[in-house]
């Protein structure tokens, strides 16, 4: 069975880095073709893919983050992570986790002052 | 970045009735290994988006037979027949073809 969470520190202020962690279960992220990625919904809104790390370590981000973007991930722990910095107010919404088939249930970040 | 574009926005419909969603993209989503990484969520309110359709046409494991997937090239569509109280909820497509991944903006299924 498939599963994956979301963990983060859910408020942060303007113009620190976030930090995600994802831990899954049920497959390997070195198993050839795996691939895990991130994508956020900001409230009431649509979904943004942000990121995708492949199981031979290949990382892929979305550029309208410009350069904010780190992901990474731990093979050994069955965990992915991501970093974003300087965040913003904009950046409000929840991340999930996900392989294209199966999603994590999500994790609230707040950024406010 | 590929532009996907889904109508209608929304959509009501009678139980047990019948209804599609259209989604286009900006290019072929024809990837060069010849899939087509086009995929199909619902998203129920409160919940993560659930995976319905993969790569245009095949069904995800549990999914039932009431949803189906055509379409080829930039032209895609999501049917949906025989509707349930459990279907109702917002229904995106997604392209992983060419990155950067991009879903289209939604459509949101009521019931009349």
């Known amino acids: 069975q498939v599963t994956l969470k979301e963990s983060g520190p859910g408020i942060l202020q303007p113009s620190q880095t976030l930090s995600l962690t994802c831990s899954f279960s049920g497959f390997s992220l070195s198993t050839y073709g795996m691939c895990v990625g991130w994508i956020r919904q900001s409230s009431g809104k649509g979904l943004e893919w942000l990121a995708n790390i492949w199981w031979n370590d290949d990382k892929y981000y979305n550029p309208s983050l410009k350069n904010r973007l780190t992901i990474s991930k731990d093979t050994s722990n069955n965990q992915a992570f991501l970093k974003i910095t300087n965040m913003d107010t904009a950046d409000t919404a929840t991340y999930y986790c996900?392989?294209?088939?199966?999603w994590g249930q999500g994790v609230m970040v707040t950024v406010s002052s | 970045d590929v532009v996907m574009t889904q109508t209608p926005v929304s959509l009501s419909v009678s139980l047990g009735g019948q209804t599609s969603i259209s989604c286009r993209s900006s290019?072929?989503?024809?990837?060069?290994?010849?899939?087509?990484?086009l995929y199909w969520y619902l998203q129920k309110p409160g919940q993560s988006p659930q995976l319905l359709i993969y790569?245009?046409?095949n069904r995800f494991s549990g999914v039932p037979d009431r949803f189906s997937g055509s379409g080829s090239g930039t032209d895609f569509t999501l049917k949906i027949s025989r509707v349930e109280p459990e279907d109702l909820g917002v229904y995106y497509c997604y392209q992983g073809t060419h990155y950067p991944w991009t879903f289209g903006g939604g459509t949101k299924l009521e019931l009349k």
């Open positions: 790569k245009v046409s």
């Open positions: 996900a392989r294209p088939d199966y």
């Open positions: 290019q072929s989503l024809v990837h060069s290994d010849g899939n087509t990484y």
